[in-house]
């Protein structure tokens, strides 16, 4: 949880005008998603670590009916929202830190990206704190290559990578995909807005009884982490989610009012090279340049890492992993009774994941295109709290 950004950058109140942006740009910048089968079970999955990957838990969450759906269905649905947020940070950090120019656009729009993906993760750790849960970070610590956790985007694989166009396509954009209706491929497509949108629903009907005990204030970015105290709270942290990047359904006759593109059109702006803009009541990508940044090409990270890596890159992945284990850690604690003092280790350790990266990334793989970089690779279970 560090702070990425500088600072709050949204006049307050303008939040909300976005949305009608993201409907309405999503005819510009659509891209085909992969229908997903949901499973048809109704048993919630366990809160905790799983004893194997499970990839079809939203759609057993879905399948539940309505008016079964109270405070157990509700903190099961939120501990897949903790591993959905973290599996998409790691990602976007590696794309980041490949950029040499930290000042260029794309930089600049990736690294607002990870800001809102950090809070993201506060919002659906602190809501699970409201009604009783306790967030199981680490456990969520995805393993890359791989799906995204519930079977969300089924079909797309979230790898680590330098910011190269397939991987903003393939990767980024996939993730991020709107749920506007010509955006959303195939109508029985899983994705994150259809999940927090059911939750926001389970919330709205069970009304569960809220605590602020446990839960967490922090200036993350362009946001602040505040607690939920009441339904109202909930449904606004909710919607500024789904907004930032998971999908809208508001009507394209609406202006646009904000100037951050939600995190799809923020890729496809690099994506296309171009920001987008409205032309005769279509948004198009035909506005200011965004160049395509030099980056340190670091190479695809391999199923089970980097194959028979030298003794100088042992040495700079197992720092980077010490480091990122302790983020990991610093993050269950904060949620756990340790509160802002962990919280702000987490920050301090965060911050130390960069420079092993880089170093990484500027390291050649021998006989093979590319440089090194992390692994993310996820706590042994028996180091996990």
Same mark, same amino acid.
């Given at each position: ?24 740009? /999503? #005819?510009? !910048?659509?891209?085909?998603?992969? &229908?997903?089968? *949901? =499973? ?133 954009? /996939? #993730?991020? !995909?709107?749920?506007?209706?010509? &955006?959303?491929? *195939? =109508? ?145 604690? *904060? ?51």
């Amino acid at each position: 949880m560090t702070d990425v950004g500088e600072g709050p950058e949204t006049p307050p109140g303008t939040r909300f005008k976005r949305r009608s942006f993201l409907a309405s740009a /999503a #005819i510009a !910048a659509a891209t085909p998603v992969s &229908a997903a089968s *949901a =499973a048809q079970a109704t048993e919630l999955p366990a809160v905790g670590r799983p004893t194997a990957p499970d990839r079809g838990s939203v759609g057993r969450l879905l399948a539940v009916p309505e008016e079964a759906r109270g405070e157990t269905w509700i903190r099961s649905a939120l501990q897949v929202a903790v591993e959905l947020e973290l599996a998409t940070i790691p990602t976007y950090l590696c794309a980041w830190w490949s950029i040499k120019d930290r000042r260029s656009e794309a930089a600049r729009l990736i690294r607002r990206v990870i800001g809102d993906e950090m809070y993201h993760l506060g919002v659906v750790s602190n809501l699970l704190v409201a009604v009783g849960g306790r967030p199981r970070i680490s456990d969520a610590a995805p393993v890359y290559p791989g799906p995204l956790p519930g079977g969300v985007r089924a079909g797309v694989t979230v790898y680590l990578s330098s910011l190269t166009p397939s991987f903003v396509h393939d990767v980024m954009m /996939a #993730i991020e !995909a709107p749920e506007a209706p010509i &955006a959303q491929g *195939a =109508a029985n497509s899983l994705s994150i807005g259809v999940f927090y949108e059911e939750l926001q629903r389970a919330f709205r009907t069970a009304a569960p009884e809220l605590s602020t005990r446990g839960q967490l204030f922090k200036y993350i970015g362009a946001d602040v982490l505040k607690p939920v105290e009441n339904l109202d709270d909930v449904e606004r942290s909710m919607e500024i989610v789904k907004e930032q990047g998971e999908g809208t359904a508001s009507s394209p006759a609406n202006t646009f009012e904000d100037d951050h593109p939600a995190h799809y059109y923020a890729f496809s702006e690099i994506y296309h090279g171009r920001r987008l803009r409205k032309v005769n009541d279509r948004w198009e990508f035909t506005g200011a340049p965004v160049p395509f940044p030099d980056v340190r090409p670091m190479a695809r990270v391999p199923a089970g890492g980097w194959p028979h890596p030298p003794t100088d890159v042992q040495r700079l992945l197992q720092r980077f992993d010490d480091t990122y284990h302790d983020v990991l850690n610093s993050l269950d604690r *904060a949620w756990d009774g340790g509160g802002e003092r962990a919280l702000s280790a987490a920050v301090h350790a965060m911050w130390g994941l960069e420079s092993p990266a880089v170093e990484l990334m500027e390291i050649s793989i021998p006989d093979a295109p590319g440089t090194y970089g992390p692994l993310f690779r996820p706590l042994p279970p028996h180091r996990a709290i």
